[in-house]
T-cell receptor, first 112, second 115 residues
Framework: GESVGLHLPTLSVQEGDNSIINCAYSNSASDYFIWYKQESGKGPQFIIDIRSNMDKRQGQRVTVLLNKTVKHLSLQIAATQPGDSAVYFC???????????FGTGTRLQVFP | DAGVIQSPRHEVTEMGQEVTLRCKPI?????FFWYRQTMMRGLELLIYFNNNVPIDDSGMPEDRFSAKMPNASFSTLKIQPSEPRDSAVYFCASSARREEADTQYFGPGTRLTVL
């Protein structure tokens, strides 16, 4: 029979547009946050991270924003490309642990 | 740097059989993690080690699962006996933990199917 799995929200964008993927985290004591990209059949790949003493960090074509007041994390991808199509996960690490707690993920689809 | 290495990449076995998954972390990393990914539950942490010592195994489903890290360059995750509900993709990851949590680098995963 058909199994019911997690419903992944999907973001569809046109090539060249900017993408914004949002994430709500659960633990106000978390002090480290990270975004991963997972392509089909592969392991999660590190994109960018941020610690709680910052509210913004930029990488190559990517920016992470952290709003601790509302426990919200976002990933901005500039000039989205077809190769950006994947599932994106945010993860949080509670203070004084090495554990990462992953969100359910968002599927990004890029159309030409 | 070869990254995190996992073997086998695919495993198909029958219910009741013992399954052993293997992982080699990145050289020099001192924190090590085993995860499981399923459609139903997403990506879940099973267990993690610091300097080869298990720190938190609260995510291990039940006694059928065990993980060992005999040295800094090798870990195993064993399921005995395996059941169909154990079917999932299993990932290991490592990080160079210094004073606080740091980036975890994942292996390519082992897709386990238990018939």
């Amino acid at each position: 029979g058909e199994s019911v799995g997690l419903h992944l929200p999907t973001l569809s964008v046109q090539e060249g547009d900017n993408s914004i993927i949002n994430c709500a985290y659960s633990n106000s004591a978390s002090d480290y946050f990270i975004w991963y990209k997972q392509e089909s059949g592969k392991g999660p790949q590190f994109i960018i991270d941020i610690r709680s003493n910052m509210d913004k960090r930029q990488g190559q074509r990517v920016t992470v924003l952290l709003n601790k007041t509302v426990k919200h994390l976002s990933l901005q991808i500039a000039a989205t490309q077809p190769g950006d199509s994947a599932v994106y996960f945010c993860a949080e690490s509670p203070y004084n642990t090495d554990k990462l707690i992953f969100g359910t993920g968002t599927r990004l689809q890029v159309f030409p | 740097d070869a990254g995190v290495i996992q073997s086998p990449r695919h495993e198909v076995t029958e219910m009741g059989q013992e399954v052993t998954l293997r992982c080699k972390p990145i050289s020099g990393h001192n924190s090590f993690f085993w995860y499981r990914q399923t459609m139903m539950r997403g990506l879940e942490l099973l267990i993690y080690f610091n300097n080869n010592v298990p720190i938190d195994d609260s995510g291990m489903p039940e006694d059928r699962f065990s993980a060992k890290m005999p040295n800094a360059s090798f870990s195993t995750l064993k399921i005995q006996p395996s059941e169909p509900r154990d079917s999932a993709v299993y990932f290991c990851a490592s990080s160079a933990r210094r004073e606080e949590a740091d980036t975890q680098y994942f292996g390519p995963g082992t897709r386990l199917t238990v018939l």
